[in-house]
């Protein structure tokens, strides 16, 4: 009944005609709406999503269980929507709103690429924050970052950004050691 009366509501101020308000039996004011704005509710409820296929959940309440914020699931769900496009349905969720839910499929793969996923350690940086900062030659910076991690592989690590972003990241031990190489 809400639903319908918050579908209405904007029709009703379009065409105040469209409704008539009467006392009921009991005496309890009660609308009624003409044909027209009948047919027009009709097809809008028909349209709207269906309520969510069990087993599939929204990013926020995945974010809650799985106790990764928001902007960290929605990051990694992000990176599998071109290539499974159908894991991304709207659907009505328990308050009435159309919203994004996700599959059990991408929920499972979420699950594993986020068991391990850690924000960032402080001094830890990005590729291109590591180029932003220098200023320098892009590919040169990026030249010298490959040199070594070649030597030592642990200074690159794949770290959540703030905004949930799963990217790698270089340690400050390897951008000493590019600084270094920079001022020679």
């Known amino acids: 009944?809400?639903?319908?009366?918050?579908?209405?509501?904007?029709?009703?101020?379009a065409h105040p005609e469209w409704e008539k308000t009467a006392r009921s039996s009991d005496g309890v004011p009660a609308s009624s709406y003409s044909p027209e704005l009948?047919?027009?509710?009709?097809?809008?409820?028909?349209?709207?999503?269906?309520?969510?296929?069990?087993?599939?959940?929204?990013?926020?309440?995945?974010?809650?269980?799985?106790g990764q914020t928001y902007f960290v699931v929605i990051g990694a769900a992000e990176a599998h929507r071109a290539a499974h496009p159908e894991w991304f349905k709207n659907y009505e969720n328990t308050s009435g709103r159309v919203v994004e839910h996700y599959a059990p499929e991408l929920q499972k793969i979420l699950r594993e690429d986020l068991k391990d996923a850690v924000l960032r350690p402080d001094g830890w940086k990005t590729l291109s924050e590591i180029r932003k900062e220098q200023g320098r030659n892009a590919e040169l910076v990026e030249q010298l970052l490959?040199?070594?991690?070649?030597?030592?592989?642990?200074?690159?690590?794949?770290?959540l950004?703030?905004?949930?972003?799963?990217?790698?990241?270089?340690?400050?031990?390897?951008?000493?050691?590019?600084?270094?190489?920079?001022?020679?």
Request: no cysteine.
């Open 1 to 13: 009944r809400e639903l319908v009366s918050k579908l209405a509501a904007p029709h009703i101020k």
């Open 38 to 66: 009948q047919k027009l509710l009709r097809e809008e409820l028909d349209a709207r999503p269906a309520s969510a296929p069990v087993g599939w959940t929204t990013g926020f309440t995945f974010s809650r269980e799985f």
């Open 146 to 159: 490959a040199e070594q991690v070649a030597q030592h592989p642990e200074w690159k690590k794949g770290y």
């Open 161 to 184: 950004t703030p905004r949930g972003k799963f990217i790698d990241h270089y340690s400050p031990e390897a951008e000493k050691k590019i600084l270094d190489a920079l001022r020679r």
